[in-house]
Nanobody
Framework: QVQLVQSGGGLVQPGGSLILSCAASGFIVRHYGIGWFRQAPGKEREGVSC????????YYADSVKGRFTISRDNANNMVYLQMNSLQPEDSAVYYC??????????WGKGTLVIVPS
């Protein structure tokens, strides 16, 4: 069955970096768009980044453009989100999902990123 297993995240000081991983099983990531989303306490979920299927085109929210990089490892069926220059406003639970718009039932369980102010 379709599964997304997330890893990474944690506590990092402002200006630091983290990498989030999303390991997929039950489907081939390069055939689907994979999105990263985040939700901070009291806020709505927002799309952070997406990598499209096949072509692997990448998209970023304005708030993370130039700081975050999404990538895909087709051999290992994984998607990554490299996050640099992290700021307190990046603190949230981050999720990967099998759709760039979040229109899917298949989500990772989430991983917490904390950037203290």
């Amino acid at each position: 069955q379709v599964q997304l297993v997330q890893s990474g995240g944690g506590l990092v000081q402002p200006g630091g970096s983290l990498i989030l991983s999303c390991a997929a099983s039950g489907f081939i990531v390069r055939h689907y768009g994979i999105g990263w989303f985040r939700q901070a306490p009291g806020k709505e979920r927002e799309g952070v980044s997406c990598i499209s299927g096949v072509e692997g085109a990448t998209y970023y929210a304005d708030s993370v453009k130039g700081r975050f990089t999404i990538s895909r490892d087709n051999a290992n069926n994984m998607v990554y989100l490299q996050m640099n220059s992290l700021q307190p406003e990046d603190s949230a639970v981050y999720y990967c999902a099998t759709d760039c718009w979040g229109d899917t039932e298949y989500w990772g369980k989430g991983t917490l990123v904390i950037v203290p102010s």
